[in-house]
């Protein structure tokens, strides 16, 4: 079982390692997820007590090569060529033969060990600048969430009269702002679907387009569209089952979506109640007072679900406001985080090309011979 904060490390099909208070295994090994999104591409190399899942392929008795130079030449070479050799297909399945037959040029073993000493050493630089990136991106992403809590729970004009809310979430409100179940602020719509309607996803971090603006690959399509409705531009978007991680957005195009969906208007401005959605998701609220069917999941496939919960409703005029507000700041820390993103793609194609020119003697380490 996955746990937090566990003694050892526990190595799935992606490139997350998650923790256990069990192992089954002891290093030095090189680890590759055999199937899933990762198969081929993910490898862990590790020196320790871990565990690991049962479709990760774990490579212990290794002879007459360095272990991290083998395991520098797999994670850069074997999934490229692999491919190639599935004349350019889509792998989603390692079997062992593959890996055990796969084909590995290597020099000298000085030469290996140097090439593993300067790869540790340039590889440990970049990790260092990834992950200060990526720290630096979930900071910016808790900022965001604290933006929005302010903003749709106290407001943006500063100092005003408040009062207790009776929410058991919530605590001072300001004074003027109702307090009103969903079932009488939002509403869910049936709207037909038109022939030229193309398929919209609500994705978790709350954007709503055609799933074409994403990405083709790695969804589950439906060959009856049996419940499908149509989603104009503007209107709230609800996931009935990823609500509690911030699936709820309003949509920037015309389409259609499946049933899972609850495609809504509301009293007011319909970014607002997303905002204030987004800030329960975030909040913890939609998980703690749910009875989700999954592990870190909430069911609200029926809207009556939802409609029992309370929230906060400013006048008209104030919800334009706090949206004009959200929009602009949250847009500019967005762009941050992009430029950030970008940052890490530069650093991970630049990791990439140093492990491949070294292990493939496109370049020489200093001193190797």
């Not at 847009?331 to 950030?340: C, R, S, Y």
């Amino acid at each position: 079982d996955s746990i937090p904060d566990g003694l050892f490390p526990f190595y799935v099909r992606s490139p997350i390692v998650e923790r256990s208070n069990k192992y089954t295994f002891e290093g030095p090994a090189i680890l590759m997820a055999g199937d899933g999104a990762g198969a081929g591409r993910v490898f862990h190399y590790v020196d320790g007590k871990y565990g690991c899942h049962q479709r990760v392929y774990s490579l212990q008795k290794i002879t007459d090569i360095n272990r991290r130079f083998l395991y520098y030449y797999l994670s850069n070479l074997f999934y490229r060529e692999i491919e190639i050799a599935n004349s350019k297909s889509t792998v989603d399945s390692v079997r062992l033969p593959m890996l055990q037959n796969f084909q590995v040029v290597f020099p000298n073993d000085h030469k290996q060990k140097k090439i593993v000493e300067y790869l540790d050493s340039k590889c440990a630089e970049i990790d260092a600048v990834l992950n200060k990136t990526r720290t630096s991106i979930e900071e910016y992403k808790k900022l965001k969430q604290a933006i929005i809590t302010q903003a749709v729970t106290k407001g943006i004009r500063g100092d005003r009269p408040m009062k207790e809310s009776g929410v058991i979430w919530l605590d001072t409100v300001p004074a003027e702002w109702t307090i009103s179940k969903i079932k009488y602020t939002i509403f869910p719509k049936e709207k037909p679907v038109l022939p030229m309607d193309e398929v919209i996803t609500c994705f978790r971090d709350g954007t709503v387009t055609l799933r074409r603006n994403r990405r083709e690959e790695g969804f589950t399509i439906s060959f009856t569209e049996n419940g499908y409705q149509g989603v104009d531009v503007g209107d709230l978007v609800i996931h009935g089952m990823d609500t509690f991680a911030g699936a709820i957005g309003c949509s920037d195009s015309r389409g259609k979506t499946s049933p899972v969906v609850h495609v809504c208007s509301t009293v007011g401005n319909n970014r607002y109640f997303m905002y204030f959605l987004r800030y329960m998701a975030y909040s913890g609220v939609l998980m703690d007072f749910s009875n989700g069917v999954r592990i870190r999941s909430s069911d609200f496939r029926n809207f009556k679900k939802l409609a029992v919960f309370e929230m906060l409703v400013p006048p008209l005029r104030e919800q334009n406001k706090i949206v004009d507000y959200l929009d602009s700041t949250l847009a500019k820390i967005d762009q941050v985080i992009k430029q950030k993103e970008i940052l890490i793609s530069e650093l991970e194609a630049c990791k990439k090309s140093a492990i491949y020119e070294y292990v493939t003697g496109k370049k020489e380490v200093p001193n190797a011979y």
